[in-house]
């Protein structure tokens, strides 16, 4: 008996954060080697859900290249990288959208389901969901069908949210003809938390956050300011994959949204630590 | 960290609990010796309003015979009782109304307030919440104004639940011409869970539940059917304040309410316990 | 049949004045002598649930010094005030709360139910209605728990009025950590006139509005405006109980509330007199 | 003053009828010499506004013969009558619709918005209101554009009456293709008072309402059952304008209304006499 | 099969305009010639139910003076006219308001019913439809009841417009003390579409659009600004009962309609010429 | 001009059939060789929006087997087939879904987005739109990932036809354990069409219909009875592909549908040719 007395303890200890998060959306970037692993995606699976539950809308963005990659090869098409960035021909688009939105979404949208929330899969195309233009890289080299975002429609995620059901989302935007367009999925992130105005965006990494030693665990930043990011981003402090994922957040601090969030996906139940502490994990950005 | 983890996981054991009982209907009868400990009573309160955020509708309904009783002896009433029931002439009905509906209730409401929930305090009189006739003694004796439940209007109660709101009731009925009737807060409850046709019905007592020989704790009796009961009350196993209770029960099974507890409130968060714990707590009455 | 006729003709005449008042809020401090006679009682009673009736949301904020002082001098509690403020200790509050909320709030409610009407009875403790500090006297004296209003929650109060119910209030506000806190009634009748910005404000008192010369009841004055206002307090013209009326009106007219009146309650009808009538009764105080 | 208290009482004799009838529907038929005194219609008006002001439903269906005829005089056309049905040929019916939907329909209008409400006038070309089809005289003459109610779109009527509307409704039907039909206006108003299943019915006509001996107005029936109805139709005593309005009564009580009546619309206030008084006046029609 | 394939192209090529129009409000001026044809008038009404199904909401103003004539011959009174404003009398507003709302307007509605649409005629006396005070002729001539414009009741339209009905429209407002008045039918439809920002506002009239030389219709302009128009006024090529038009226009273009033509009514299916083509037919005016 | 007039007389051909699909819902099963032609598949798209826009709810169930056969044997995966039906191991499952709902599922989204509709593309995991359990083979063969229907969520599909949305649907089904099955596209065409109870059912194939003598194209059966396709199955005429058509008309037949038709959807805008037709085209089957 003094065990579940604990437990309920427990239960009412997440009360205050509960009501704080009530009737607010939260953007989830999900992805990395949590994705992976079948026990840390369920607990993350159980985490949105809850959420859900307890009052709180959330969405979820993911990405996918370690997928893509081994369809890719799979096809014999080899993958081809500028500046880390996909150049996508129509062939490898078709892969790109195929493992995206139809296996890895879907099973996303599948595992919520098992975790008892009703979730729905959708790309950029669904009614116009992320309508993007060509990207153009610096030094004029054709990317192909990469994409910058150019409008969220909201009234689509609105709408879903505020009745029973969970949006899960897959980085493929739509072109002005209707083409698909590769999107990058922390971008795709950001620019929905913004567009939504949301209350908190979370990316989740296989990192603990940022360091400013990158190879010093032992340096994490639990807090860095929008003006820190740039400083490290001209050092060479923040650099690669975190790029996207940090400038999401200042995407989405300047369109109001309240608090951002750098964490480790591959920590059991990472989106309810950081939710229900008061110190948080990893990174928070903020103005 | 681990501890965090430990304790995320502890919340998503609670997401079945929450998954079945999501905008159900769950009323309580709060009184005892649970209402007198300002720890205990600080717990049911936060135990109601977590219900509240994750969905469920708590409605609360309380008694309080032991501040009406301090109150009386304070102006000199004597208290008299005939079989049990308080005889209620015009003076002492002003005492416990003004205690039930102006003391009680409204700490309740606070109480709840402290808690973070929005609770509204109301008693029979309210829109004619509980409508009331004058019960009659089976010997005939006056018993003044105590009276028994003809009407409940559930309009009301439904407006409140599905707003934002938790209603904390006192049993204060109104009679035909409007005026006060003392009424048996577990009847009360009783009446409002079978009016709703509620999920679920919790009466928190002094005790683990009933037990088939009263003065041994071990005999508690985890599972009761109706016919059971009767046998009990016959018997003189179930007797004095445990009867209302049961027939709260009986009442509420047969109009539809789908499970009904009877369960010790001074137990530490008894109302998570019996919720979110496979085996639950106490007594469950079933047909 | 004539006999008829004029009356029809009577209502008829009310005709414009419902038209223009259809829709619109009326807040309606009710107290002093009136409320003591059982008959004229029953006419304001009347009164409100007919402009219910007709499309008007009443809502009724009470006083009740007098049962408040019988109390407590049963309990053997002196009493004690500073410049005009009842000093009010932890049991007095007890006493008052009890009183207000649960006697005489729950009696008009009960009295209303009998004209017609579905009242509500409610204190400030009720979902945060109306919100306070510890009022700090200007000479440094304790007070003890008494209150000035920081906040009213208005969501409530328009959901129940524009469903079918009128709110009954009693001044009883909830402090920062959930404590009850002693108010005068006419300012909490100005505070939530003002933050409904309601169309009407009325002051039901013992005398018949404001007087040029406070002993002679020749000098009524119809209307006044809130510099004239200021001109009578600083002479002693306008002083005690009036205080806190004047106000209650001058609060209320720079929130935009379109009317306030202050008029004598122990007239027979009181109410419909200055809604029905082209001239009113009693002082009528305008910008 | 004195005066104004009285006023106000009889005011509040309106209360417990406005309880009564409040959110229910009111199918007035208007006609007869009532309608051609200015003093006497605009009294009728009001009591219409006074209805829709304090809660209730109204619904105005009207006749015109008189100023028919008039018009067609000033055209030469003759009036022809059969078994007293008008005979209505294609030119007279072009007469009928444009006098009644064009001139007294928007007429009433026009009144009732002096008086305050929001009237739309009708006929049941409009949205199909009135569905009819061609009547059959028994001795086989050709009656012309002569029609019997085959259906009611309650769906228009219900949408305007739930808003701030009253509708006002010319007897003009609308045929299979698309034509007008002159139906009378006694039916029509029972036709509706059926199809929306209303509180009550109401025929305002020129005499105090059914006497057992015609000629004498001292023999009034105050309350008539539909048997007793057939009897008196059988040794006619209800005979010529009266039987359109009683098999109106009769057909909508055996679709459920309430309550029907028939009364004289040349008394001031006939509307407010019948629904505020105890006895209310002229017949009234019962099972 | 070939023929049908070809239909379905047709009926293909109606997408794109279709889509642009989908939940906008059109109000189209019905009168002239097209009105006496019954082969042209029955397209018109097809017309306007297919833009009603296929989810545009059009409003109907109609005119009528050739009726008008007609009847006042018939009734002995001989038109009046000033600088082409119909001098409008007591009896001579009897006779308009009649055929206007009585006559034509009905019929309208009725060949809408016919042509599957559910249509609700009203004048400017429903529910306040069109306000109006007396029109004072600049040489101070009394032209008795004609109106200028006041005010448009925009809400009545709105809830017909957005539940299934198209509102038909007679041109009679409603002055100050609920008199009719005579007012110019292109004037009431500028009005109603400026007041309701319409998309598109259409005069169907008897000639194809604006003429640089009124007498040549090979010199039809096909866009005219306000600019053009008002040197055409001036120089008399726009004149006579083509100035209410382009008036109309206007005033609805500088409320922000967004489109306003002027365009031939006698050819068949005008609507949906001017909408469902790249070119339109007539004349588009534009600021 | 007298080419648009005739075009317009086209448009308006297509009233009464609007007017009878308005509000209605249409399944459409969508594929076989049509999909593969660029221009037939745009006028099929063409089509579903159009129908959108007139106000019907088309709902759009696809196929896709050749696709799936194409990306199999670039994955070296054989095809297996046991009478008829896919033998799904995990591996051809994950090719199925990826190919469904990644590839064809999206581009008809993104086809329907360039004819102007907003369309969502969703398969049988999203929020449990079709459950399924596993299929077992009448001779004991394990079949794998191959699902019979036991459930539809209507819910979701109301909610997006409703509002402005086209759902389009791979036939993936999801089992008990959220896994993912392969269904027949046009049996989850025939449960989808029954389970909303839909106005009609349209199967899109690559002949006319069902022909009496499957080899003679002049055979073609206009409208068959539900009995004759029980003699035709059983004598052979229909057979392979037609079977699961014929048992989707039969069980939405059953179930309510008002009309099912097997149509070729070779032919240029084939949902049209069968809507706005009198005859329609292709087989239609009935009770």
Redesign the interface.
């Known amino acids: ?1 003094d065990k ?2 604990e ?10 954060y ?2 704080r998060l ?1 009737g607010k959306t939260v953007v989830i970037k999900y992805g990395g080697a949590a994705m992976l692993s079948e026990d840390l995606s369920k ?1 993350i699976m ?2 949105i ?2 959420l859900k ?3 709180v809308n959330p969405i979820v963005v993911h990405g996918g290249g370690n997928d893509i990659n081994k369809m890719l090869s ?2 014999d098409i080899t993958p081809k990288f500028h500046n880390g960035l996909r150049v996508t021909d129509g062939d490898t688009m ?1 892969v790109v ?7 890895i ?2 099973d996303i ?3 919520l ?4 929330a ?6 950029g ?4 969901l992320i309508r993007v233009e060509k990207m153009e890289a610096k030094d004029g080299q054709d990317l192909g069908y990469v994409g910058h975002v150019t409008g969220i429609n909201t009234k ?1 995620l609105s ?1 879903l949210t505020q ?1 029973e ?1 969970i949006p899960v989302i897959a980085p ?1 935007g ?1 072109g002005p ?4 367009y590769n999107i990058n999925a922390d971008t795709v992130a950001g620019e929905i938390a913004a567009a939504l105005c949301a209350e908190k965006l979370m990316f989740l990494t296989d990192i603990d956050g940022i360091r400013s030693d990158p190879n010093d665990p032992g340096t994490l930043i639990y807090e860095i300011t929008i003006g820190e990011i740039y400083k490290y981003i001209e050092n060479g402090v923040i650099s690669g994959g975190m790029l996207p994922k940090v400038e999401g957040c200042i995407k989405a601090i300047r369109s109001g949204v309240k608090r951002t969030h750098i964490l480790n996906g591959t ?3 990472p989106i ?2 950081e939710i ?2 008061d110190t948080g ?1 990893g990174t928070m950005v903020r103005e």
């Open positions: 008996m579940y007395i437990k309920a303890g427990i239960l009412i200890e997440a009360l205050p509960i009501q009530s607990k159980q985490d859900t809850l539950y307890v009052g799979k096809l078709d959208q195929m493992v995206l939105t139809g296996k979404n879907k949208v599948s595992q389901g098992i975790a008892g009703r979730a729905i899969g959708l790309c195309k669904d009614a116009g689509l709408t009745d059901y493929v739509v003809d209707g083409e698909s920590i059991p139940h309810l630590l229900f502490t994990i």
